[in-house]
């Protein structure tokens, strides 16, 4: 699939690090170091504008390494970049560490997945079929 992009920033386009990844990583695109404080939230900037096609989304996720090793994730997580936006990429990162955590130009700070979605017409009803679970909600099966 190609997808138009414009890149602002100094950094690469998002690329898969791997043969087989999901996601493509998202650089920061900041003059100067951003420093995010425990339990502080930021938005940053990565410089890149995109046009997906209709049907498509680019879903933000926080990226695994960031997570275990620094406490770092994404507030909205997944955040979602709609078809018809045209506005810079931006990564709202929260850091759950108690250490002040060190952004950098070119830092990897996020992943991008590029995924198709429907478009869903509601149906009004009197009354859905039963299952098993029924209405069971939060913790219904138990922890064992």
Avoid at 7 to 17: R, V
Avoid at 62 to 82: M, Q, Y
Avoid at 124 to 139: A, C, F, M
Wanted: proline content about 3%; overall charge neutral; aromatic content about 6%.
């Amino acid at each position: 699939m190609n997808i138009k992009i414009i890149n602002k920033s100094k950094n690469g386009l998002p690329a898969y690090e791997t043969e087989h990844a999901a996601g493509m990583d998202l650089r920061a695109d900041v003059e100067e170091v951003v420093y995010l404080k425990p339990m502080e939230r930021k938005l940053i900037a990565t410089g890149l504008h995109i046009e997906l096609p209709i049907g498509y989304e680019a879903q933000i996720r926080p990226r695994s390494g960031l997570a275990f090793k620094f406490g770092i994730g994404i507030v909205n997580s997944p955040g979602t970049i709609d078809a018809d936006y045209r506005g810079e990429i931006k990564v709202l990162l929260i850091n759950f560490s108690d250490q002040i955590f060190e952004i950098k130009a070119g830092d990897r700070i996020a992943q991008m997945i590029i995924a198709k979605h429907e478009k869903a017409t509601w149906v009004q009803v009197e009354t859905l079929n039963e299952t098993t679970r029924g209405e069971g909600g939060y913790g219904h099966t138990g922890t064992k």
